[in-house]
């Protein structure tokens, strides 16, 4: 079960104890619905449950949910409108700004994204997460300085968070210090805990900046399943096919970037060498 389907799960058990039984019902619908992939009959079934009991003080743990169902059906203006009523009555601020705040990014609104990740450390100076997200965001505006203190920041307070140690693996990267880069992300994967598929596409990046081919694809294809989308995966992957001299399949990859919205001045120079 992956970390949406997770955390969705969790919300849901720390939303009620005894309330009415249609109520119940169309909550517990909403989560069958979750577990099948059913996205869009977990939301219908999550807002019968608050038209059902519109008073009912659990409401907003379910528009948490609700937000999470949106977001990740990729309706983001509506998940937007849902965590902002959330955020009236949530018992944990944190975890609904943590979640606009995310939402926002994929939105491009980064400058509200920081105002939440500004308001999540007013409320909580200790929190690495978003020390860690928020230097994402300098770094987006082209603020290293801002972006390293905030790295910093995150390793002072808890130097083993998972990132705390991608803090130190993306100031490597930005250093062009590869070697130390792929320890970092070595050790993340080797803790076992919380692995993504981003772990081994930034891996991968690391073995292709160091000439590690044969490993670099294997990490490609430990990445491939939750990366299908990304099209920095199509251009590493492109890459290594290239250093293979599998050109026919390197110029795929990189077209296939490319497509996706990878830099179309890099992809085309890279298509020719694939030529």
Known sequence: MNKFYTFLIFLFSITFASTAQTYEQWIGKS????????????????????????????????????GVIQRESGRYEDAYMTFTAA??????SKLVLHNRAALLCDMERYD?????????????????????RRGILHLEQKQRDLAEVDFRKAQQID????????SKALIYKLDDNWIEAEKMYSRLIDNGENVTSVFYLNRAECYVNTDQIFKA???????????????????????????QYDKLAAKADFEKAKQLGYDPEIADEWIKKAK
């Open 87 to 92: 955020l009236t009555n949530y018992p944990d």
């Open 159 to 166: 130097p083993d968070n998972m990132y705390s140690l991608l």
């Open 112 to 132: 509200e994204a920081m105002n939440d990740y500004n308001e999540i450390l007013r409320l909580d100076p200790s929190d690495v997460q978003a020390y860690y």
């Open 217 to 243: 694809s294997a990490d490609l294809k430990s990445a491939e399943p939750g990366e299908r989308q990304n099209p920095y995966f199509y251009f590493l992957r492109g890459r290594v096919r290239l250093a």
């Open 31 to 66: 989560a069958d619905h979750i577990e099948r992939n059913r996205l869009d009959s977990a939301e219908y079934s999550l807002k019968k449950a608050i038209e059902t009991d519109p008073s009912n003080p659990n409401n907003t743990s379910l528009l948490m949910s609700l």
